[in-house]
């Protein structure tokens, strides 16, 4: 057995009882390396992550490749969903020396940690032209004996290119920074099949979010048919699970037909909120019964008894990808019978000959992927045959599931949960929200109120990174939002101020990890989007709409410092700065603040709440000023509404728009005429 026992991350735990002598990520591994004066293998992934079974079944779990890396290598495993600091250096090493990325990623080092060679998937053996894994390793044990200082040079080279940080370029990014991000929207939208460019596709619902924005607010009819056709076709794409709702990773065609079928809990969360705000924006129920299924899902197969939340779903089980999800023609007509089973063939666009090929040969399986081409008909008969089709589907083997809780993928599916209900006007979302936050808050924080990353089976562990504390503060924001709790906004404000204190850096910009953290080879500062939203993007909107809500101009001076340090990129390469742009969209806009008083129990407060709650008005925030002692701590956070009261116990709506405040109105219809102004 190698050194993983007693590790809580699950990916490291299925290497456990591999031939490979593994160890965690840790000054003993590199003790050891230095002594032995051995380069080391990292090898970083995640769990639920198919290649990174492969290569562990061609290569970690050979013999022959375990005896070459425990007779000359000291090998650590690292997993990249909970030490993503560590995954973003080496990341970034293997783009610099291969212009490329992705998992598995395969790094060797020197015993210092300085990287000289990287690479993503190697097969076990040599073919087609291209090295495996063997003659690599055969290729660094000959150079780390005989030409040793080729390797410490080449390490020296890349990780001062790590270090590398450019001076503070100090754009200031304006309107025509936003002209110009969705002009290059709409040069490479897919008109045919929704989506951005050709294959593979991935959501990238920060992006979606955005443009959202660039509609609403700025009028750019355009943008908002992107997103709408976008969010359309991925609903009826074979990127959505149609018997047990919920998204896969990305879709490997341009169709959204072919998924990567794992199953991830923050692409849940940030297409959960794209959905939401575009029913919000056009009150298309498909998108209102999309954001239902993804919590149902969530709920169902996601969350964790104590009421936070998983992190993903493997894409295979029965040792192959997607086998959980595919269905074949007759196995549906023996299921449904004659009658059921043809429609829905019919609906799913299901044949005898399928539409799944084999990963290596690349025939016909006669496996389907449910896909619509229509919108789909909600009726009970439907409803009827999709539950018989769940019901089937779960007695079949599970994927994986990846039970550990991570700080920042919470924090988003917070968000999501806190923003569904307020478009659907549904307090299980809020409940759910507020369990998942009460749980960050009690399990996964310090006694000095610092966010910790991981949670597993009662620890919470490895400090929490930027992601995490711009992440948790967002979903706080958006419970505060969807139901008014002082609390929350509370933990909201103290939580950005320990990010600012952590994480700011000598040009103002804030790295990935904290400050006082384990020093690696190199520091990470990353501003532009990935897969979801990063960290800086986040924390950028986060600080504009915290100094929208206490009309402190501080938070919003700090804003524009985390901006200026990522404007070069977002003027460079807008497409990559989805989050950010949706951001800026909010802090050029004109301002609007709401502030309800009263008594939340009063049927006009409760109207006004709702209407504010139910409409799409991404350039506003709310707050309320109950009476008592709840009044008392919002006045506190947030001073500009010390001196708003309820009149004679009516309820009030004091709006601010334009940075121009208005008298008080008692009607949810005032109030709607009031918000309807704009400045001239």
Not at 164 to 171: H, M, Y
Not at 284 to 289: E, M, R, V, Y
Not at 621 to 647: K, N, Y
């Amino acid at each position: 057995m190698n050194h993983l026992k007693g590790q809580q991350s699950p990916y490291l735990l299925q290497h456990l009882h591999n031939p490979v002598d593994w160890h965690p990520w840790g000054e003993e591994a590199f003790a050891l390396a230095r002594s032995l004066d051995r380069p080391i293998f990292l090898s970083i992934g995640y769990s639920t992550c198919h290649w990174c079974h492969v290569m562990e079944r061609e290569s970690f779990e050979n013999g022959t490749v375990a005896a070459v890396l425990n007779g000359s290598f000291v090998a650590i495993k690292v997993d990249r969903e909970e030490r993503p600091d560590i995954d973003r250096v080496y990341m970034t090493a293997c783009q610099l020396m291969t212009g490329t990325g992705g998992w598995p990623l395969t790094i060797i080092m020197t015993p210092e940690g300085k990287p000289f060679f990287a690479v993503t998937y190697l097969p076990r053996e040599s073919a087609h032209g291209r090295a495996g894994l063997l003659e690599i390793l055969g290729r660094v044990i000959e150079i780390w004996k005989d030409r040793r200082a080729e390797a410490d040079a080449s390490a020296e080279t890349i990780t001062a290119a790590l270090g590398a940080r450019p001076a503070a370029a100090g754009v200031t990014a304006g309107e025509e920074d936003l002209r110009r991000a969705s002009s290059r929207f709409a040069a490479l939208f897919d008109a045919a099949n929704g989506g951005f460019g050709g294959a593979p596709k991935f959501p990238s619902p920060h992006n979606l979010l955005f443009l959202l924005r660039r509609w609403k607010l700025a009028g750019d009819d355009r943008a908002g048919d992107m997103v709408l056709e976008t969010l359309r076709r991925m609903r009826m794409g074979g990127i959505y699970d149609h018997v047990g709702y919920g998204f896969h990773r990305y879709s490997t065609d341009e169709r959204w037909l072919l998924p990567h079928f794992e199953k991830m809990l923050y692409d849940q969360a940030m297409l959960a909120m794209a959905y939401a705000e575009a029913y919000q924006a056009c009150g298309d129920l498909l998108f209102a019964g999309t954001v239902r299924e993804i919590f149902e899902y969530v709920s169902r197969d996601m969350t964790a008894p104590e009421g936070c939340f998983y992190s993903a779903e493997d894409a295979d089980s029965e040792g192959r990808e997607g086998a959980f999800y595919l269905w074949r023609a007759g196995e549906m007509e023996s299921l449904l019978g004659a009658g059921d089973g043809a429609r829905a063939m019919e609906a799913f666009r299901v044949s005898v000959r399928g539409n799944f090929s084999d990963e290596a040969t690349g025939r016909m399986t006669g496996e389907n992927i449910l896909h619509r081409e229509d919108m789909p008909d909600g009726s009970a008969r439907m409803e009827s045959i999709r539950k018989k089709l769940f019901d089937a589907r779960e007695r079949r083997p599970r994927p994986f599931r990846d039970d550990k809780v991570l700080a920042d993928w919470n924090g988003l599916m917070i968000a999501a949960l806190a923003l569904g209900a307020r478009a659907l006007g549904d307090e299980r979302y809020l409940r759910m929200a507020g369990d998942a936050a009460s749980f960050i808050r009690t399990r996964m924080m310090t006694g000095d109120g610092r966010l910790l990353h991981r949670y597993r089976n009662g620890e919470a562990s490895v400090p929490g990174n930027l992601d995490d504390y711009a992440f948790v503060v967002w979903g706080l924001i958006e419970l505060y939002q969807a139901g008014f709790d002082p609390e929350h906004l509370d933990l909201a404000l103290r939580l950005a101020t320990s990010m600012v204190n952590h994480f700011t850096d000598v040009n103002g910009g804030l790295s990935f990890a904290p400050r006082d953290g384990e020093k690696l080879v190199a520091e990470t500062i990353e501003n532009h989007d990935g897969a979801y939203p990063s960290g800086t993007s986040a924390a950028y909107y986060n600080l504009v709409r915290l100094s929208r809500i206490t009309g402190d101009p501080a938070w919003e001076a700090l804003a524009e410092k985390v901006l200026a340090g990522a404007g070069e990129g977002l003027r460079r390469h807008p497409l990559g700065y989805g989050m950010l742009l949706a951001g800026l969209q909010y802090s050029l806009g004109e301002s609007c603040e709401v502030v309800l008083v009263g008594d939340p129990d009063n049927g006009v407060f409760r109207e006004m709440a709702d209407d504010l709650r139910r409409e799409y008005r991404p350039d506003c925030v709310i707050l309320a000023r109950p009476d008592g002692e709840q009044g008392e701590f919002i006045g506190r956070l947030a001073p500009f509404t010390a001196a708003m009261r309820a009149e004679g116990g009516r309820p009030a709506a004091y709006v601010c728009r334009g940075k121009r405040c208005f008298p008080p109105v008692h009607t949810a219809a005032d109030m709607r005429d009031l918000l309807a102004i704009k400045s001239t």
